[in-house]
C-alpha cells in the first residue's frame, strides 16, 4: 500500500456517524482501503496480533487480515480494502461513489412483534410487598447565645466639613 493515498479521500460512517481517523479512506482498483484502525477494531469485539495476521472476532464470527509485515504493529498505518473483512464480520457494506462515501452498519435488528393480550386464566406471581422505611426528620439546628458581629466593614462616603470646596485653592 502506498504511504500517501491517492485520489480523493472517501468519508467513512459507521452506524450513521462520521468514523473519526487521523488517515482518510481511499478508492484504488474499485475497493475501498482503509486503515485497520479503527475501522476494523470498533466493528470487532476482540482482536489481536498473530505475528503480521490480524485476528478479528465479532460474535462466532472470526476473520483474519494480513498485513505488511513492517506495519504488523502499527494498525493505524496499515491500509486494508476495507469490504471484505467487514461483510465477513456481519456488518453491512455499501459505497456511495457520488458522494464518496463508505456506509457501515453494524446494528443487528431483533424481530419486532406485537405483545400478547392478557389472560386472566395465565399463572401469575403475586406481586411482594416491599418494606420501605419511614424517613426519619432532620434535627434543625437552634441559635442560641449573643449574635456575631459583621466582621466586613461597610464602606461609607468621607465626611467633608461644611464650607469646603472641590477645587485646590
Known amino acids: ?19 473519526a481517523a487521523y488517515v482518510r479512506a481511499y478508492v484504488a482498483n474499485g475497493r475501498v482501503y482503509a486503515t485497520a484502525s479503527p475501522l476494523l477494531t470498533r466493528v470487532a469485539d476482540r482482536f489481536w496480533l498473530d ?14 487480515v494480513a498485513l505488511p509485515p513492517s506495519l504488523a504493529g502499527q494498525l493505524d498505518a496499515a491500509y486494508v480494502a476495507a469490504g ?17 462515501r463508505l456506509t457501515v452498519s453494524t446494528s443487528t435488528r431483533g424481530a419486532i412483534a406485537s405483545p400478547t393480550p392478557f389472560d386472566p ?32 466593614p461597610l464602606p461609607l462616603a468621607p465626611a467633608r466639613p461644611p464650607g469646603s470646596s472641590t477645587t485646590p485653592p
Open 121 to 152: 386464566a395465565a399463572p401469575s406471581v403475586a406481586p411482594n410487598a416491599v418494606f420501605t422505611p419511614m424517613e426519619s426528620p432532620t434535627p434543625r439546628p437552634i441559635w442560641t447565645g449573643s449574635p456575631m458581629p459583621r466582621r466586613t
Open 84 to 100: 471484505p473483512p467487514l461483510r465477513a464480520l456481519g456488518a453491512s457494506v455499501r459505497y456511495d461513489a457520488g458522494a464518496r
Open 51 to 64: 505475528g503480521a495476521t490480524l485476528v478479528l472476532e465479532r460474535g462466532e464470527r472470526r476473520v483474519r
Open 1 to 19: 500500500m502506498p504511504l500517501f493515498p491517492p485520489g480523493a479521500p472517501v468519508t467513512v460512517l459507521l452506524d450513521g456517524r462520521p468514523l
